[in-house]
């Protein structure tokens, strides 16, 4: 049995299509990333399966429960962090875990193992009230609330969306080890660099998945010659890269320039061409991909 399953789930807001024809499976005990920007349907697609929100079209299954039929039983067995932070602000860090507890009709005490090694690090602000943590410890309370009960599968919408860096590589070492007890994971996220961190990851983009597959896979796939490119002038470098024949695409990466290019392409082509247009300081590199690369690739393509 697969821990979720999705048949060509629609959603429509007015004229807006967040979802369109969705469908993947999730094995159990899968780390799987839903990644993509803002706006191109992950919330939408976690407020269904979740049971908060009713599709337009297409059918759902958590745990082999339907999402509408079985609405109430699925409440019972998953847990759910939304990206923004919905605890009980004016309750301390302890008031919060004990009342999703008893909401599970449950304890601390019966599921504290699970809890153990992410509840140790916010203890010692244990009657600190939720709304005067920092990010990275609303964070571990909020995982601490969805787990609480012995979830089978744990949604996490945008977890670490303003979070510092620090506190973003902690939270996966967490999801590591909850994969450990066998709790299927389905996390969304807009940052790139966390895909490689799932054990599969679907793309996004207007309500659509433009690839499903492994990270490693999806990068392999990769067959475009890739460069990074540097000059003195970098915005009129991404304007002049764009406006060359033989650059296919042009994407701001950070500091540098990622472009894909014609296979008779040389650097020192390049370079010529970019000297003629006044452009010193020159650095041209062939790199790897990344999965950033490859999503701007396949958006492109699907555009």
């Not at 998945?209 to 475009?224: A, H, R, S, Y």
Request: glycine share 6%.
């Amino acid at each position: 049995m697969k821990a979720v399953s999705v048949q060509n789930i629609s959603k429509t807001y007015r004229t807006v299509k967040a979802l369109n024809g969705i469908s993947f499976d999730v094995e159990p005990g899968e780390i799987y990333g839903i990644i993509g920007p803002d706006g191109a349907g992950k919330t939408s697609l976690f407020r269904i399966l979740t049971t908060m929100l009713l599709a337009d079209s297409g059918t759902a299954t958590v745990d082999g429960l339907d999402v509408v039929k079985d609405y109430k039983e699925i409440r019972s067995r998953i847990g759910y962090m939304p990206g923004r932070f919905s605890l009980y602000q004016d309750l301390t860090v302890e008031e919060n875990l004990e009342f999703f507890a008893t909401v599970f009709n449950t304890t601390i005490e019966e599921n504290y193992e699970l809890v153990k090694d992410i509840y140790q690090q916010i203890e010692p602000f244990k009657n600190r009230r939720a709304g005067k943590l920092s990010g990275g410890m609303k964070q571990k309370l909020a995982l601490c609330c969805a787990l609480i009960h012995k979830p089978t599968v744990l949604f996490l919408d945008e977890p670490t969306t303003g979070v510092d860096p620090v506190s973003r590589k902690e939270f996966w070492e967490m999801l590591r080890k909850l994969k450990e007890q066998h709790i299927t994971i389905l996390v969304s996220t807009p940052y790139m660099d966390e895909a490689t961190l799932c054990d599969r990851i679907a793309l996004i983009q207007h309500g659509q998945f433009l690839q499903v597959d492994t990270p490693q896979n999806i990068i392999d796939g990769f067959k475009e010659i890739l460069w990074s490119v540097k000059s003195n002038q970098m915005y009129k470098l991404l304007t002049d890269l764009r406006n060359y024949d033989k650059v296919k695409t042009c994407f701001t990466f950070g500091e540098t320039h990622h472009i894909t290019v014609d296979k008779t392409l040389t650097e020192e082509e390049l370079k010529e061409y970019l000297m003629s247009k006044q452009h010193e300081d020159i650095e041209i590199k062939p790199i790897k991909a990344s999965i950033e690369d490859c999503y701007m690739q396949l958006a492109q393509n699907n555009e």
